[in-house]
T-cell receptor
Framework: RKEVEQDPGPFNVPEGATVAFNCTYS??????FFWYRQDCRKEPKLLMS???SGNEDGRFTAQLNRASQYISLLIRDSKLSDSATYLC??????????FGQGTTLQVKP | GAGVSQSPSNKVTEKGKDVELRCDPI?????LYWYRQSLGQGLEFLIY????????KSGLPSDRFSAERTGGSVSTLTIQRTQQEDSAVYLC?????????FGNGTRLTVT
């Protein structure tokens, strides 16, 4: 089993839609969780950290479910500019940061 | 500079040659990571340096790969006897108290 797993998608949604991605992790001792965004042929960039109580940044909401060992990202009112690959990141065994394979989102007009 | 700097940005090499990829992390960042990303794939963890601790080399795919970090700053990833399957973008990232910051990567092509 991979340490961090994501549904690769692609998720194709119309503008204005709400879309959610999940990411599961295998290390129950993980303490750090992040969502990164990667545009085509660019380096990943931090979208938001994920806190235990859940957190929101504008149209983006991140949640952590420790019991089921997954994190989620919800995007409301999708924009064309949200089209990208979304990578979840979890600290794995030994503290290293492990990336999921990414979920591709395509927002259509 | 303000960000993570990697060089070269592109490298084309012949199969069997050795290559060295360089990473200059953000000043003061104690953690440094190397990842590899093949076309259309996710980021594959290679190696992780944290301060003066022994590096976590668990992601290196073979003994042809090695990395060092001198003086807790600059890091070099070396691939010996390159193979075509080594072709990928090699990304370096550093971290202090903040989450990871990535360099622009080195695109390696082995012909």
């Amino acid at each position: 089993r991979k340490e961090v797993e994501q549904d690769p998608g692609p998720f194709n949604v119309p503008e204005g839609a709400t879309v959610a991605f999940n990411c599961t992790y295998s290390n129950s001792a993980s303490q750090s969780f992040f969502w990164y965004r990667q545009d085509c042929r660019k380096e990943p960039k931090l979208l938001m950290s994920v806190y235990s109580s859940g957190n929101e940044d504008g149209r983006f909401t991140a949640q952590l479910n420790r019991a089921s060992q997954y994190i989620s990202l919800l995007i409301r009112d999708s924009k064309l500019s949200d089209s990208a690959t979304y990578l979840c990141v979890v600290n794995g065994f030994g503290g290293k940061l492990i990336f999921g394979q990414g979920t591709t989102l395509q927002v259509k007009p | 500079g303000a960000g993570v700097s990697q060089s070269p940005s592109n490298k084309v090499t012949e199969k069997g040659k050795d290559v060295e990829l360089r990473c200059d992390p953000i000043s003061g960042h104690t953690a440094l990571y190397w990842y590899r990303q093949s076309l259309g794939q996710g980021l594959e963890f290679l190696i992780y340096f944290q301060g003066n601790s022994a590096p976590d080399k668990s992601g290196l795919p073979s003994d042809r790969f090695s990395a060092e970090r001198t003086g807790g700053s600059v890091s070099t990833l070396t691939i010996q006897r390159t193979q075509q399957e080594d072709s990928a973008v090699y990304l370096c990232a550093s971290r202090g108290l903040t989450p990871l910051h990535f360099g622009n990567g080195t695109r390696l092509t082995v012909t």
